[in-house]
């Protein structure tokens, strides 16, 4: 799954613990969790937090990108 983050500006730790929480259930389905265009205070402020730590998947520069490195969905 890719979120893409386009429209993100800002994160506090509220929404922290959400993505947090997100990326623990897709990882309990069975589903990675991928970000793409996050853009650069937000970026920091998850570069300060162990969430990339725990993140199932990577973070693309863009939404081309991921599309183009992530293998098509098989269901």
């Known amino acids: 799954m890719v979120l893409i983050c386009s ?3 800002l994160i506090d730790a509220s929404a922290l613990e959400s993505l ?5 259930r897709l990882k309990d ?4 969790l991928h970000l793409a265009e ?7 402020r998850l570069k300060r ?3 990339l730590d725990a993140l199932t998947g990577r973070v693309f ?4 990108a991921a ?3 992530l293998p ?3 269901d």
């Open 20 to 24: 947090d929480a997100i990326n623990v």
């Open 7 to 9: 429209a993100i500006n």
């Open 38 to 44: 996050v853009k650069g205070p937000v970026m920091d």
């Open 29 to 32: 389905g069975g589903v990675t």
């Open 67 to 69: 599309w183009t490195a």
């Open 49 to 51: 937090s162990d969430f």
């Open 61 to 64: 520069l863009n939404t081309y």
């Open 72 to 74: 098509p969905r098989r």
